[in-house]
């Protein structure tokens, strides 16, 4: 991502958390807030005026509706709409749950200003945001244990270009994009899949029939 300001809402029923996050989120010069809500009903009604909103900062336990539900109607309703749970709950039940109703990233409500910017900058530029609560294979159990990982046209394209001798700068080349860009398929392939080199990406492409060699 750029330095583009970031279009944020913040959905959580805590008052003095809501408007104290809120505030502390304004100091960053790529962050702003345009709307609070304090459930999932509440947001309904307020994203109608805000529509361009681009990262949901939710809660989980909320009355009326909870952040699954709310996270499961913006997925539906607004699907370029991306999610950050931000949570006191770190069980993995939460997580999960999060997870599969589709947001990208899990942080807990603990952590620091700074540490939310680079979730929320993580999320922005791929998509997904990594930590300690959230793992690459956190990200792709969906429904089941053997939920298969979705992987996007580019993707499939990089992982193809990963099995020849191009260097990741070539590869960025053929498929006419940014040395950045491709780096970005590569890091979303590895927290997809766990894996942490080229070799791994390629093994896993032949073994399940993405790669043609």
């Not at 949901?56 to 909320?62: A, E, Q, R, V, Y």
């Not at 979705?150 to 270009?161: D, K, N």
Request: some cysteine.
């Amino acid at each position: 991502m750029q330095n583009a300001v970031v279009s944020i809402a913040i959905v959580d029923d805590h008052t003095l958390f809501r408007s104290g996050l809120a505030s502390l989120l304004e100091e960053f010069d790529e962050i702003e807030v345009v709307f609070e809500a304090i459930n999932g009903v509440d947001l309904q009604t307020k994203i109608k005026t805000h529509p361009d909103v681009e990262l949901i900062l939710m809660d989980i336990s909320m009355p009326v509706m909870d952040g699954y539900a709310a996270t499961k109607w913006i997925k539906e309703e607004y699907p370029n709409v991306n999610v950050l749970a931000l949570s006191m709950l770190e069980d993995e039940k939460a997580i999960i749950g999060m997870l599969k109703a589709g947001a990208g990233g899990y942080m807990l409500k603990e952590s620091t200003p700074s540490d939310l910017l680079i979730a929320i900058k993580a999320i922005m530029d791929k998509g997904f945001y990594v930590n300690e609560l959230v793992s690459g294979r956190l990200l792709v159990a969906l429904k089941d244990g053997d939920a298969k990982p979705i992987f996007t046209a580019r993707e499939l394209s990089f992982l193809q270009h990963c099995s020849t001798e191009l260097t990741y700068k070539e590869i960025a080349d053929q498929m006419n994009v940014s040395p950045r860009t491709v780096d970005n398929y590569r890091e979303s392939l590895f927290a997809k899949l766990n894996i942490k080199s080229r070799t791994g990406l390629v093994v896993y492409g032949i073994k399940n029939n993405l790669v043609t060699i």
